[in-house]
Structure formats: structure tokens, C-alpha cells
């Protein structure tokens, strides 16, 4: 198992330009999510899905898109890039939170680290 | 308003000592809280959970406190080595909702 795959590992965008993160995960996980984490700010929410067809809006969604057409991927867009954007991306992946049957751990990728200049 | 708070000051202890970290929260009622490694230019790592009906859980050299009352969770590292060094995030599940809300982490630094 591959895990949570996130692509580009780097990636340099001008202001206003758009471009779409990659994330993959090869667990049948329903839950998926991405995150932004910025120097000394810890995690942020950026959208998350239950599963394939419904996404949800995090604690930072404005800038973002986000599909799950299927289970496996949940790609992110940044339509208009801002220099407020420049972060590092971590996208993860979990099984239903609930239960005790399971940690609800989450499964991160590697992480994508997009600056915007 | 909700607030998790981790000690943003690097924890520098020598090997072979325990390293404790704190974890506080305000205005939740976690179902259940999570601790997470992180190392440089790598995504964060699950270590361990704990309920919020439980005291205390362990793994390995690792132990987790939960004090609904004081609102906190202490994590433990026994004998701790080197390859301990990184930063250590904690995570809450508010009851009734599906995401998890991370702290901002905290270093820790051992020293041979």
C-alpha cells in the first residue's frame, strides 16, 4: 500500500494563476481532508468529504475547491493563487471517525508545499 | 471561543529523561483526543488515543493522559532518546462532529 500520495511536492505559482493539487489514497478510507499548516499555526481545515459525491467546507475554505469523484481521489483547486496561499498543503485520509472499533487516526501524505509569488 | 493550546517554547531535555508535553482546551467536549509526530518535511504520524472516558493510556514508552475536569492532556516519552526529537501535535474530536481540530504543536529537543 501506497498510503495517501500527494502531488507536486513543490510548486511556484504567480498571483492569479490556478492550478490543482493531486491527492490519491489506496485504503478505501471514506474520510478524506486537506489541510494547510503555516509556520507556528498548526493544522487548519480546508475542506474534507465523507465519502465520494459530498464535500464540506473546513475552518479555511475561501480560495479553494475541492471534487471527490471517487473514493480514491480528492483533488484541490486554487483558482485565483494569492500570496496568502503560500503554504505547505498535507491532504490525509481516515475510516469513519466514530466507533470504537477504530482510532480514527488519519493517514497523511508527504505534503505539497506551493509558494505564490 | 474554541481554542486548543500546545506550549509554543521548545522542550529541550537530555536522553534518558522523560519529556512531557501539555496539551490544554477550551470550549470543547472532545469524544476523543489524538497525538501526532510530526518531523521536518514529513506530514504528521498518529501515536495514540485516548477517549474521553479514559485516564490514561500507554504504548511502548509512550504514555496519555486525559483530564476532563482540568481540560488537558499530558503525553509522555519515557527514557527518551534522540530519535525522539520533533514536533508533537495533539488533536481533538468535539462530540457530534467528524473532523479533527489540531494544536499548534510543540518541539522537542533531546540532547545525547
Known amino acids: 500500500n501506497a498510503g495517501v500520495t500527494q502531488t507536486p511536492k513543490f510548486r511556484i505559482l504567480k498571483i492569479g494563476q490556478s492550478m490543482t493539487l493531486q491527492c490519491t489514497q489506496d485504503?478505501?478510507?471514506?474520510?478524506m481532508y486537506w489541510y494547510r499548516q503555516d509556520p507556528g499555526m498548526g493544522l487548519k481545515l480546508i475542506y474534507y468529504?465523507?465519502?465520494?459525491?459530498?464535500?464540506d467546507k473546513g475552518e479555511v475554505p475561501n480560495g479553494y475547491n475541492v471534487s471527490r469523484s471517487t473514493t480514491e481521489d480528492f483533488p484541490l483547486r486554487l483558482e485565483l493563487a494569492a500570496p496568502s496561499q503560500t503554504s505547505v498543503y498535507f491532504c490525509?485520509?481516515?475510516?469513519?471517525?466514530?466507533?470504537?472499533?477504530?482510532?480514527?487516526?488519519?493517514?497523511f501524505g508527504e505534503g505539497s508545499r506551493l509558494t505564490v509569488l | 471561543s474554541q481554542k486548543i493550546e500546545q506550549n509554543s517554547e521548545a522542550l529541550n531535555i537530555q536522553e534518558g529523561k522523560t519529556a512531557t508535553l501539555t496539551c490544554n482546551y477550551t470550549?470543547?467536549?472532545?469524544?476523543?483526543l489524538q497525538w501526532y509526530r510530526q518531523d521536518p518535511g514529513r506530514g504528521p504520524v498518529f501515536l495514540l488515543l485516548?477517549?474521553?472516558?479514559?485516564k490514561e493510556k500507554r504504548k511502548e514508552r509512550l504514555k496519555v493522559t486525559f483530564d476532563t475536569t482540568l481540560k488537558q492532556s499530558l503525553f509522555h516519552i519515557t527514557a527518551s532518546q534522540p530519535a525522539d526529537s520533533a514536533t508533537y501535535l495533539c488533536a481533538l474530536r468535539n462530540s457530534g462532529y467528524s473532523t479533527l481540530t489540531f494544536g499548534k504543536g510543540t518541539m522537542l529537543l533531546v540532547s545525547p
Open positions: 468529504s465523507v465519502g465520494a459525491g459530498i464535500t
Open positions: 490525509a485520509s481516515s475510516l469513519l471517525p466514530h466507533g470504537t472499533a477504530n482510532t480514527g487516526e488519519l493517514f
Open positions: 470550549n470543547y467536549s472532545p469524544a476523543y
Open positions: 485504503m478505501n478510507h471514506n474520510y
Open positions: 485516548i477517549r474521553e472516558n479514559e
